[in-house]
């Protein structure tokens, strides 16, 4: 019963709503489940998978989750060369706090990490991140939420130091190895670095 009156209001719909519908209402009736199959247009996700960086370059993908907004977060990031190859892997746990601060200590990890390192430090590299507002602050002037501002400042004091390194936004789909690290992260004791 309640599927016939839900394929009644259909029909209805399609009969009073559809430009260039002038069927009769019981064709439209026996027809409408064949009609909302073909009707619908579904959004697909654009997979992007991990493009390598050019032949000197390097790519440090970093992520940040949290299991709450505060929760239980952790961080993520794997540096790679041109041909894929591991350089560089973590994965942390930052405590409780809000997913855009975990995102902001995935790069401040990162550019410690780089910064630690003399082979790393000499090559461009670019710090991808799937957060569009974390970037953004990093790139910016506005330093965002007043618990963000230690943070970024080392974070710009790094970028203004080594002019090899830039940091941008990226697609969730070809960050999923960081975004992996990163929710791992959160469960974990101590810090993961290879």
């Known amino acids: 019963m309640a599927i016939d009156s839900v394929k009644f209001r259909l029909a ?10 002038n069927e009769d209402l019981t064709i439209l009736l026996l027809d409408v489940e064949r ?4 009707k619908i247009h579904s959004k697909r996700k654009v997979l992007r998978p991990w493009s390598p960086p050019n032949d000197h370059d390097l790519v440090f993908n970093v992520d940040g989750s949290s299991m709450g907004n505060p929760g239980s977060a952790g961080i993520g990031g794997v540096l790679r060369d041109a041909n894929g190859k591991v350089l560089c892997l973590f994965s942390s746990s930052v405590g409780l706090v ?14 410690e990490l780089i910064s630690y390192n003399m082979y790393f430090i000499e090559r461009n590299i670019t710090i991808l991140n799937d957060s569009k507002s974390a970037v953004s602050c990093i790139n910016g002037d506005d330093f965002g939420h007043l618990n963000f501002v230690s ?3 080392e974070i710009k ?7 090899t390194v830039l940091i941008e936004f990226t697609n969730r789909s070809s960050n ?3 975004y992996v690290l990163a929710k791992a992260g959160s469960g974990l004791q101590q810090e993961r670095l290879e």
């Open 12 to 21: 209805l719909w399609f009969k009073n709503c559809v430009a260039g519908s």
């Open 35 to 38: 009609r909302c199959v073909d």
């Open 98 to 111: 809000d997913s855009n601060l975990a995102e902001v200590l995935a790069i401040h990890r990162a550019c």
């Open 151 to 153: 943070v970024l400042y």
């Open 157 to 163: 004091q790094f970028l203004f130091s080594k002019s």
């Open 176 to 178: 999923s190895l960081a």
